[in-house]
């Protein structure tokens, strides 16, 4: 006969189900609920389970909370309850209340029935396998943990720290070898017995109470010493993200679920009708939804934990807020342009573009006093205004939303020493930042004011080379991932076409309009004639000279190509 021991703690009407289910198939039960659990659905379970009570027991409760001892230790008692109670039993399995058989459970029966002294528990020694994903590894055994991790989270870290700066270390009795695997086991009846009373289980226990996570290491440690023969599998689907976050079945897993070799599969959603029915009942109902067959379930488990650890690129969510500059993914929804110094070069930049096909040709995005939409326009998608104040309340969440919103346009901004040096770092650090810098730009702007003293004038011009120099150690920066592309002033003068090349490779060259007229020469001049008159070296902004601009015909007298 095989055993079912069914650890509940909520749902307990589909756990009643599941009860009924093994029972009716010749399986003897135990079901423990959690003391959390509501006392008006214990008793409405326990009345509904009233007339199988020569299949099924309800082993006395106990307070049960997420990965701890109790859990442990709880499941062998009760499983060992279960196995006194009816001697004909050979294994039993532990499941949870929100598990589904998904293979019928007479081939289970007869699996064991083939293996009768055999154990299926996953037992992995830390050193020798990467079962942990995250998180404490040796430590979970070495150190205490007075504080419960999901409702105490701070003191949890700080008690972890403490004990590692006072290099607290417990000493593992020398009869265990820790061992972790999931906490979802079938056990042979002599297995369980020998664990229920070995003679070193004082010790045993004592040392597991202050572990981490106990029911990933309890029996399966115990296993290493008690088993005549263990397999070291689990005979339930599982499946978690990092963060120990349980990969959730819902009906539309129906077809990946029977392509399984699995005996149980955890963890189906309660509201997952068609799963229920499919397996406690036998009806394949009509509207299950169904995926692409061709797809399999590791490679949607993959997909799922994949957008559960990281999230939609350039959207951030509850359960995942990006570290900036250091998180794995870009910080937005798609590419983008960031345009530094070309105003100064190319007044008409942003008509120029417009006539390219760029989608989105923004101006100062992060003008200190101004936001600078496409087309001279109050919002954006998304409902973005162009508040100064709520832009600056997050700016790197306002870039964020403004290329999520329209993540389906291409889009630039310009950038330059004037605007918000903060969004520097967090333009370097994304991948999907294009900049394009031309450098030394700022001094077409350096004119010189009637009546302004020399002394001024060389402060501004001192300031904005430093702020340059700064932004371009930023850009150039260790942590920068950013396509960043540097044109000095002079080179741009020189051959103004190339300087538009990669704003030519992200429309694509059949979209990319005329050349610009760069509108530099006069100001040039005027810029150097003050520069001398307040005293400064020519090696304050480069080596620059004014050469004969090339003859390019207005834009507005061209049309788009």
Excluded at 44 to 68: F, M, Y
Excluded at 229 to 249: E, I, M
Aim: proline fraction near 6%; charged fraction near 25%; aromatic fraction near 8%.
């Amino acid at each position: 006969m095989l055993g079912i021991c069914i650890m509940a703690h909520s749902r307990l009407y589909r756990v009643g189900e599941l009860a009924e289910h093994f029972a009716e198939r010749g399986c003897a039960v135990s079901v423990h609920v959690d003391t959390c659990a509501n006392d008006r659905d214990f008793a409405t379970l326990k009345a509904r389970l009233a007339p199988l009570s020569d299949r099924v027991i309800l082993a006395s409760r106990r307070r049960c909370p997420w990965g701890s001892f109790a859990l442990a230790t709880t499941a062998v008692d009760a499983s060992q309850e279960l196995a006194e109670t009816f001697p004909e039993i050979t294994h039993v399995s532990l499941v949870s209340g929100s598990c589904l058989p998904i293979r019928p459970v007479e081939d289970l029966q007869a699996h064991l029935a083939a293996h009768p002294d055999t154990d299926f528990v996953e037992s992995k020694r830390l050193a020798e396998d990467d079962w942990i994903q995250d998180g404490l590894r040796e430590e979970r055994f070495t150190l205490y943990f007075p504080f419960n991790w999901a409702k105490q989270r701070r003191l949890f870290d700080a008690g972890v720290e403490v004990q590692r700066a006072l290099r607290i270390k417990r000493r593992i009795p020398a009869h265990l070898d820790p061992s972790v695997g999931s906490q979802w086991w079938t056990l042979s009846r002599e297995t369980l017995r020998r664990i229920a009373h070995d003679p070193m289980r004082g010790e045993t226990d004592r040392f597991f109470r202050h572990a981490w996570i106990a029911d990933e290491s309890y029996v399966q440690t115990l296993v290493r010493n008690h088993a005549r023969r263990w397999v070291d599998t689990s005979q339930t689907l599982t499946a978690f993200d990092p963060q120990g976050k349980p990969f959730v079945f819902y009906d539309d897993h129906a077809q990946l679920l029977e392509a399984s070799d699995k005996f149980f599969a955890r963890k189906v959603w309660h509201g997952a009708h068609g799963l229920y029915d499919r397996y406690l009942r036998g009806v394949v109902p009509l509207a299950v939804a169904r995926r692409d067959q061709s797809e399999d379930l590791d490679t949607v488990i993959a997909a799922a934990r994949k957008q559960r650890c990281d999230g939609r690129q350039g959207l951030v969510m509850q359960s995942r807020c990006p570290v900036p500059g250091f998180w794995r993914l870009p910080m937005t929804a798609r590419d983008y342009l960031v345009l530094d110094g070309f105003e100064a070069v190319f007044p008409d930049i942003r008509r120029w573009q417009e006539a390219s096909g760029m989608d989105r040709a923004h101006g100062h995005l992060f003008a200190r006093d101004k936001v600078e939409f496409a087309g001279g326009k109050e919002t954006a998608p998304g409902g973005l205004t162009n508040s100064v104040a709520i832009r600056d309340w997050n700016p790197e969440q306002f870039l964020r939303n403004l290329l999520w919103s329209a993540r389906e346009d291409r889009q630039s901004f310009l950038f330059d020493e004037a605007d918000a040096p903060d969004m520097l770092a967090p333009i370097a650090w994304d991948p999907n930042a294009r900049v394009v810098a031309i450098t030394r730009a700022w001094a077409l702007n350096l004119h010189r004011k009637i009546g302004e003293p020399a002394a001024e004038v060389r402060a501004r011009a001192l300031a904005l080379r430093a702020a340059e120099a700064e932004k371009i150690a930023i850009l150039r920066g260790k942590y920068a991932r950013a396509r960043v592309t540097f044109r000095t002033l002079a080179e741009v003068l020189q051959d103004p076409e190339r300087a538009l090349d990669p704003i030519r490779a992200a429309l694509g060259a059949d979209l990319a309009g005329p050349v610009p007229v760069p509108a530099v020469a006069r100001r040039l001049d005027q810029v150097l004639e003050d520069m001398r008159a307040v005293g400064l070296p020519a090696e304050t902004i480069g080596p620059i000279t004014a050469p004969e601009l090339p003859k390019v015909v207005p834009l507005r007298s061209q049309s788009r190509r």
